[in-house]
């Protein structure tokens, strides 16, 4: 069997890496283990990926253009001991392969992923475009029990927002509060009191027992106030 190795530089864009089974091997020593490799071949399958931003300033990643230790679950099989990267501009998972080769895993065959950053890990779960509009793609799941906290990270590309000579990446986030299997978009606390009309005053005494202080700007400090609201609908 005669093994072709291509460089980085020889890979075309619309190649599409795949490792291949051998059909035989010659003896037990230099075989292959062929659960290892059908694995292998269920992950490293999709596009090679080329930076189209390289003139932007900025990056289009999500907390780092470095890889990122995680997870990928794909077909309800999950692969550990990965390295990873989010491209929050086009909602893209990217992997390095064992050969170095940069991949564009198929957003079609991902259940979702981990990534760790900063001692800290992010739970991110796909999900398709519901009634609300709330898009599709990647939502990193802040909390999870009868109601969904999530997040959905953004960067759009602003032109020549620099001395109007260069355009730059600039990052957003939207909130949203899953209950009932609807998406609903949250800004404020308000937004999720509304959505619990006959706990008003319940959910109000929390707040102000808590000095609970939610913002936008930090998706963290909604999970205390959705907590204590999805235990009301564990009272009921």
């Known amino acids: 069997m005669v093994l072709c190795i291509l460089t980085i530089a020889q890979v075309p864009e619309s190649f599409n890496y795949q490792v291949i089974i051998p059909d035989k091997t010659r003896s037990d020593s230099y075989k292959w283990e062929k659960q290892d490799i059908i694995q292998n071949q269920i992950l490293y399958n999709g596009r090679v990926w080329r930076n189209l931003y390289s003139r932007v300033r900025g990056n289009q990643f999500l907390f780092t253009d470095m890889f990122m230790q995680g997870t990928v679950s794909i077909s309800g099989k999950l692969f550990t001991g990965l390295e990873l990267k989010y491209d929050i501009c086009n909602d893209e ?27 800290r890990r992010y739970d991110f ?89 939610v913002t936008r700007k930090d998706p963290d400090s909604f999970i205390p106030l959705v907590e204590f609201c999805d235990s009301l609908i564990e009272g009921n």
């Open 93 to 119: 998972l990217l992997i390095r392969s064992n050969h170095g080769i940069i991949l564009r895993l198929s957003k079609e065959m991902v259940d979702g992923f981990t990534i760790e950053y900063n001692s």
């Open 125 to 213: 779960q796909k999900l398709e475009e519901d009634a609300n509009e709330s898009g599709e793609g990647y939502f990193n799941i802040l909390y999870k029990g009868r109601l969904e906290l999530l997040v959905k990270y953004k960067k759009n590309i602003q032109l020549l927002a620099i001395d109007n000579t260069y355009d730059l990446f600039d990052q957003y986030h939207r909130i949203y509060l899953k209950k009932d299997g609807e998406m609903h978009l949250i800004n404020k606390k308000k937004n999720i009191i509304n959505l619990f009309g006959g706990n008003n005053k319940a959910i109000m005494s929390f707040i102000k027992s808590r000095r609970l202080k």
